[in-house]
Every structure is written in C-alpha cells, then in structure tokens.
C-alpha cells in the first residue's frame, strides 16, 4: 500500500485547484479561500490515512458537499427570508467554533440546522411565514395577528400546527 500523504504537502499539491474548482461555481476569491480552509479541517477531522490519489478524490468529495450544502442553506434563507445575520441571531454559537468546542458537534449542529430549515420550507406558507415570526423573530401572537390581518386564535393555530409538524418530522 502506498504511504500516506502528509496533510502539508496534500495542501500544497490541491489548494490552488481546490481554490478554482470554487471559483468556478460563482464563489468570490476569499470564500473560496475559506471553502478550501474548511476542506482541510474536514479532512483533517476525518483522519484520512489515503494515498495521493485517493486523497486528492476526498478532497474533492469533501469539496464538492461543502459547496452543495452552503446552496441549500442559501436557497432555505432565501425561501423562508431569513438572512444570514438573523440566522447567526437564532444560533450565534454555530459559527463561532473556537479551541473548546469539539468541531465535530458544531458540524452536527449546523447540518440539524440545515434539516431544520428543509422542515420549515416544507410548511404551508402561511403557517410557515407565522412560525418564523413567533419563534425566530420573537413576535408576540397579538403583533403576528395584527401585523398578518388574521385572528390571535389563527396565529396560535398555525404556530400549532407547525410545531407538531415539525416534530412528526424530527421523530420520524
């Protein structure tokens, strides 16, 4: 079996085509910068014992998962309008991963995020528009039914129904 490739020279070799294969996707410089950064840390988390072959090929995989996930995420902001800063507001702790914080538990919690906000997407719009407004933008049923032209009775039951779908869903 071939030796493994040390993770020094596996960047050396890739981050430039790593760079360019995210530049090719639309991404600007310094987010692609960071896409290949997270590569790294993935593979590194992973403790890949591979050749340069195969290493180069997980990279790519790895690659590729990152950017497929940032367009879903992106795509379920832009569907249910929530920007990114609010997103950081509703979970400032996901994307603040510092020394203490196992990385592998802050990756599980931004991918229950992700399954999260697939849920919410699937919701009636309605139901959907008033749930975000009850629990990610903290409004109160009384401003949700005035500020939506619908009765208090009606917020509580689409904040209802959205809570046991959504939790059919995760148990399911």
Sequence with gaps: MPE???LQELYKTNRARLV???LSRGVDYGRAEEFVQDVFVRYQG???A???IQSRVALF???RNLFNDELRRARVRRHIGIADEQLLEIAPDLDAASDDVDQHRTLSAKEELARVMQRLEA???KCREVFIDFRFRSLSQREIAQR???SVSMVEKHVAHAIAKLSAERDS
């Design 4 to 6: 493994p490739i040390e």
């Design 20 to 22: 360019a294969f995210f």
């Design 46 to 48: 992973a403790r890949y």
């Design 50 to 52: 591979l050749d340069p």
């Design 61 to 63: 995989r790895i690659a």
């Design 123 to 125: 919701l009636p719009p």
């Design 148 to 150: 939506r032209g619908i």
